[in-house]
């Protein structure tokens, strides 16, 4: 199956802050992309759709200014949290849409102090 | 809308016992269901899935049968194992390509 990468696997930054994270498809070419939170013993809500050349799609109740979604390539996605505060930490995860599969990264766990 | 309901857990079972995890759906038209295993410090694994009625799922002696009269897709395991402790997520995708969760089973396996 595909394999998705995520860089930092954990961050830490302060209140205030922003924070990229990576997502790379290394072994598939993904117009689209998606981005999830989950937190601690919760489901993945989904967060937004990344579309390689435009804008992405976020769900409703996601800050679209807070969480900023930039895919530059057909390998590469990020998620930016601008402006972090102790409620944005979570578990960040992405994921590639192959064949009616999804697979998905490891996950960026974000810690805001 | 569509939504996802799975069991509540934990769940903790001894080595070699029965295990159903149950799952039931909402959703308009025919989705696809999928089962997904997080174990302790990894990411997301599809386990198995079905993309049609009556078809069944299976993997490492896991099974689920798409049950659309019922709108079910429970996860059975003849004889589990210690190493199948992890988190299990149960889940639906329309034809947006957008997956929708269930809150996640945690099964403990005790040897």
């Known amino acids: 199956g595909a394999v998705v990468s995520q860089h930092p696997s954990w961050v830490i930054c302060k209140s205030g802050t922003s924070v990229k994270i990576e997502c790379r498809s290394l072994d598939f070419q993904a117009t689209t992309m998606f981005w999830y939170r989950q937190f601690p013993k919760q489901s993945l809500m989904l967060m937004a759709t990344?579309?390689?050349?435009?804008?992405?799609?976020?769900e409703q109740g996601v800050e679209k200014d807070k969480f900023l979604i930039n895919h530059a390539s057909l390998t590469l996605s990020t998620l930016t949290v601008t402006s972090a505060h102790p409620e944005d930490s979570s578990f960040y995860i992405c994921?590639?849409?192959?064949?009616?599969?999804?697979?998905f990264g490891p996950g960026t766990r974000l810690t805001v102090l | 809308g569509n939504s996802v309901t799975q069991m509540e857990g934990p769940v903790t079972l001894s080595e070699e016992a029965f295990l159903t995890i149950n799952c039931t759906y909402t959703a308009t038209g025919y989705p696809s269901l999928f089962w997904y295993v997080q174990y302790p410090g990894e990411g997301l694994q599809l386990l198995l899935k079905?993309?049609?009625?009556?078809d069944k799922g299976s993997n490492k002696g896991f099974e689920a049968t798409y049950r659309k009269e019922t709108t079910s897709f429970h996860l059975e395991k003849g004889s589990v194992q210690v190493s199948d402790s992890a988190v299990y997520f149960c889940?639906?995708?329309?034809?947006?390509?957008?997956?929708?969760f269930g809150k996640g089973t945690r099964l403990h396996i005790l040897p």
């Open positions: 889940a639906l995708k329309n034809r947006d390509d957008k997956i929708i």
């Open positions: 079905a993309t049609k009625a009556d």
């Open positions: 990344s579309n390689e050349g435009s804008k992405a799609t976020y």
């Open positions: 994921s590639v849409h192959v064949t009616d599969t999804q697979y």
